[in-house]
């Protein structure tokens, strides 16, 4: 049984920063793929970046230069460290992990930009 338990978001300043972290528990294999998606109010859930067991990163156009994804393969952690915070970032931030054999989702994290 897998389980990935999200943190980190809460309500920020436009301009602010925020990091979210995933911590993944149970059978997880060391080749896989972790990411991070959000979904907005009446909107699709979207891809905001992803990261391979390897390294390789890859972002979506709007979290280039802003955003940056990294991981910690002994803690089985992928963070997200967001800066230069926008309203339209506002949305419920989930993790994602996939392995052969399995695509796992965290609960989601809401993440709220305002003044």
């Known amino acids: 049984q897998v389980q990935l338990v999200e943190s980190g978001g809460g309500l920020v300043q436009p301009g602010g920063s925020l990091r979210l972290s995933c911590a993944a528990s149970?059978?997880?294999?060391?080749?896989?793929?972790m990411g991070w998606y959000r979904q907005a109010p009446g909107k699709q859930r979207e891809l905001v970046a992803t990261?391979?067991?390897?390294?390789?990163?890859g972002y979506a156009n709007s979290a280039k230069d802003r955003f940056t994804i990294s991981r910690d393969n002994a803690k089985n952690t992928v963070y997200l460290q967001m800066n230069s915070l926008k309203p339209e970032d506002t949305a419920v931030y989930y993790c994602?992990?996939?392995?052969?054999?399995?695509?796992?989702w965290g609960q989601g994290t809401q993440v709220t930009v305002s003044s």
């Open positions: 994602r992990l996939i392995v052969v054999g399995g695509d796992y």
């Open positions: 149970g059978s997880i294999f060391s080749t896989n793929s």
């Open positions: 990261i391979m067991s390897g390294g390789k990163t």
